[in-house]
């Protein structure tokens, strides 16, 4: 492979909070003359009472105290009883000037928002749209940061104004620093969405990548504390061997897959490299290789364009409207945040397109009472037929689980086996084909209904409870469209990307 092969792309969920601040910021602006004026003369004299500052400017009392309260507001004096001197604050102005004549600013006082991660507290600019679903892995906070978050987000309000500055129009060039916070409040706990990609290099190594803007904003601690998690949340199962690569190439008679199968382990990179680099091995005259997840946006586009030619009758085969089924594979890295949601989407719009009520059905393996925890990892926008199976006793997911099948019934199928990787059994690479012959629809047909047929058939999740359809009993009244037989597929020999 001369560049890298993506084959997964998952979000993770960093933890983020979001608080109410309110504080007394320094303004780079000079101070009115008579303040500054003030000022000098309580650095000169100390501490002075309420009446001989009255009588020095000739003030009225109300006058006097109007100008030491709004002086206190600024945090310039303090006010103790009968007297007032200078604050702490506006003594370390004298100071770092080395001279009794330092250039004072405008103290005022603002109310702000401001979004912080919960590692690093870094400051983050405002996280807009839906609050993070089960989709994403969520990645975990210390205990201690999340018991103490209102009391960091302060220190680091102080500490990292100048980058919280730097995302404010209106504060970038004349914000001089924070005086003091007066009050800060959690609004919302949340999580970032952060994207890593997984690909295979040229030679067959894994490379993770993680999303380039975050990388560029974030410091070295949360940039470690990531690339932890995610090493973290790959699984630990050991795999021996393949289980269930050779039913795989057998059911769909794939003898091109089954010549890189040695003994009990598959070589992936000779295969990667003869099929999909070099290119100089083919499958048969109406079937193409296929490579990484469905939902990877390339690979949605090439499945997105065959079920529009299908519905818009561009070739001879005519029109062809029906929904699409597509079973996932029983591993909990698969599906997971925002480009499996694009392409619910995306597939979802093709489908309805020209006001059709056809739909994308997900159909998953739940043991039962475990419904509710895949209903959360699936939930998407736009996703709204989601359908479970359910193992008999002593029954196993159908190949292992290592099984991804998309179905356009009697148009076009995507079979695809997740294989494991060297080096990190628990990470896997899905490697198949995007077929028409008719007998790969018939396989992957058969194939579908064994696993959701009869007694397997569990129920359809409901996402709401404005969900007010009916409850199917079978998966004949669950999925009506893939209810056929006697498949006519009118298929015309050539390949449809």
């Known amino acids: ?42 650095r000169v004299c100390g501490r002075i009472s309420m009446a001989a500052f009255r009588d020095y400017f000739g003030f009225t009392d109300s006058e006097a105290l109007s100008v030491v309260e709004s002086l206190t507001r600024q945090g310039l004096i303090d006010l103790m009883d009968d007297e ?110 952060i994207p890593v990609s997984f690909s295979l290099d040229q030679d067959g190594q894994i490379e993770r990548k993680i999303d380039e ?76 290789s296929f490579y990484g997840n469905i939902y990877l946006p390339d690979n949605v586009e090439r499945v997105a364009a065959r079920i529009t030619d299908r519905r818009e009758g561009k070739r001879k085969h005519g029109k062809l409207l029906t929904s699409l089924a597509w079973l996932t594979p029983d591993y909990e890295l698969w599906g997971r945040g925002e480009s499996f949601a694009r392409a619910v989407a995306e597939l979802t719009n093709a489908l309805k397109n020209g006001g059709s009520a056809d739909a994308l059905y997900m159909l998953a393996n739940a043991e039962q009472g475990q419904e509710n925890e895949v209903i959360s990892r699936f939930r998407v926008p736009q996703l709204t037929e989601l359908h479970f199976s359910r193992p008999g006793l002593n029954e196993g997911p159908l190949m292992a689980g290592r099984v991804e099948l998309m179905l356009y019934p009697t148009g076009f199928m995507v079979a695809l086996y997740h294989v494991s990787l060297p080096g990190s059994s628990g990470l896997w690479a899905p490697i198949g084909i995007i077929s028409s012959l008719p007998k790969h629809l018939d396989t992957a047909h058969k194939l579908i209904q064994g696993v959701m047929g009869r007694r397997r058939y569990g129920k359809r999740a409901k996402f709401s409870q404005r969900d007010d359809r009916q409850v199917p009993a079978t998966f004949e009244e669950g999925c009506p469209f893939l209810q056929y037989s006697g498949l006519n597929h009118n298929w015309d020999g050539e390949i449809e990307d």
């Open 213 to 288: 803007a975050f990388e560029r904003a974030a410091p070295a601690e949360l940039i470690q504390f990531v690339n932890e998690q995610v090493t973290a949340s790959v699984p630990k199962t050991v795999s021996l061997g393949t289980p269930g690569l050779e039913e795989f190439i057998e059911a769909f008679d794939l003898k091109l897959m089954a010549q890189y199968l040695r003994g009990k382990k598959f070589d992936l990179a000779g295969y990667m490299a003869d099929v999909h680099v070099a290119k100089n091995v083919k499958y048969p005259k109406g079937v193409d």
């Open 84 to 193: 007032m001197q200078l604050s702490l604050f506006a003594i370390e102005r004298f100071e770092e000037s080395g001279s009794d004549h330092p250039r004072f600013n405008k103290v005022e006082r603002r109310k702000d928002t401001v979004t912080f991660d919960l590692i690093s507290f870094t400051p983050l600019r405002a996280v807009r749209g839906e609050l993070a679903t089960d989709n994403i892995i969520k990645l975990s906070a210390a205990d201690d940061a999340v018991g103490e978050s209102r009391e960091r987000a302060r220190l680091a309000y102080r500490q990292r104004y100048p980058e919280i500055a730097s995302m404010r129009d209106e504060l970038r060039d004349k914000s001089y620093g924070v005086h003091s916070v007066e009050d800060i409040e959690s609004k919302r706990r949340s999580y970032l969405p």
């Open 1 to 42: 492979m001369t560049i890298p092969s993506e084959f997964n792309r998952i979000t993770f969920g960093l933890p983020i909070e979001t608080f109410r601040v309110e504080a007394y910021i320094a303004l780079d602006e000079r101070l009115p003359v008579v303040t500054e004026f003030v000022l000098r003369l309580l």
